[in-house]
């Protein structure tokens, strides 16, 4: 086949796949706890009915399938042969609250779309499409449960100390699964794993202001998540006299200001206060307790843990000028992850094979592949999220820019097919 037909083929075989795929993100929005939104949390009814879906699109593009014992759906495409390495492909199947259709399953999607891309051609590697049960942490306050246990990361402080609304724990909702499921599989990589390669909306604007379909993910932020408690006094808001007042959510303002400044003086850097709540939450009482949220994120650990340090001893000394006490806890640490140099240039290319210009870009947002990359060499390819909007009902993807992430994932697939090739005959290489 020439290259021209090749091309021409692959631009046939992406537009189709690029309206097959939107259609099956249609259908899985319709899969959800909660009607009226989408939401489907871990090991729910919902999730079920994914797999359900799922597995009879992927059985019937020829691939073996199963589901582990995390609760996470795999799909084999088997090589060309028998002994051979194994490239992973996957994003999660789970989502916030009143979600996006697109956020995570049209990784999973993506997968299946270059599977049925291949035509029945075997490559001289296996294909393992995966999705995973928990990225969100929406069921039980932590996230990437699914790749975790994947990864051999899931510890016994998250098995046993955490915990949903029921009061059910991660191993006992995990055990319930897993006799519910006798079939499952363990949750391990494949010996022969070689590589992950994750599709995923950016969720943000830059490719939008760029006017570029694609970017290619270098390094995904570390996350630093931390809970404040001003304490104050509360009083009657007609009889205290503004300067004897010790209100706790007016001292929290002012620190919430100070985190802004913090924030933009530093590039790269973001803080953001997602959730506040005071008591006694009367119209007519001072706030006595200002109860906060922080999230902090960088692509470097020693710029985040600093910026960290210094917005936490901003609140102990505003709450101190004012009177007032201030506990800081933080709950959740996750290290800025860089992806694999050699993964990332195949994306590169891949996209310029496929004819589109692409950049190099830092994930503020958490992905599965920051769990799976210091494990297996990773990649993720970012497609452009109209007006930045996800986690949201109006998350959306352009059908152009999910045929050229298909066109770039199918020479990906080359791409990859040479590297592997190389590595098999000069381990050296």
Known sequence: MSTETAISERIAISRKAALD??????????????????????????????????????????????????????????????????LLIGSHLDTVPNAGAYDGILGVLMGLALVEGLRARRMPYAIELIGFSDEEGTRFGIPFIGSRALAGTLSEDHLLNSSDKSGITVREALAQYVEAHPEVTPSVFSKKTVGYLEFHIEQGPVLENRNLPLGVVQSVAGQTRCHLVFKGNSGHAGTSPMALRRDALATAAIWMTRCEIIATEVDGLVATVGQISVEPGGVNVIPGVAR???????????????????????????????????????????????????????????????????????????????????????????????????HHPDESALIEDIEAAIHTGLCFLDEFAAFVTKKESDPRA
């Open 21 to 86: 795929l939107q259609e099956r993100i249609a259908a899985l929005a319709s899969c959800t706890d909660k009607p009226g939104e989408i939401l489907r949390t871990f090991l729910s009814p919902a999730m079920e009915e994914v797999h359900q879906q799922l597995r009879w699109w992927l059985e019937r593009a020829g691939l073996q399938v199963n589901v582990d014992s995390a609760g996470n759906i795999r799909g084999l495409h088997e090589s060309e042969s028998g002994d051979s390495p194994v």
């Open 292 to 390: 906060c949220s922080l999230d902090v994120r960088h692509a470097d650990d020693v710029v985040r843990n600093l910026a960290v340090e210094n917005i936490l001893s901003e609140a102990h000394a505003i709450a101190n000028r004012r009177g007032l006490a201030v506990e800081t806890h933080i709950y959740h640490t996750q290290p800025a992850v860089h992806l694999d140099s050699e993964m990332i240039a195949l994306a590169e290319k891949a996209a310029r094979k496929a004819g589109f210009q692409s950049i190099r870009m830092t994930s503020g947002a958490g992905h599965d592949a920051m769990v799976i990359a210091p494990h297996v060499p990773s990649t993720m390819i970012f497609l452009r999220s109209p007006g930045g909007i996800s």
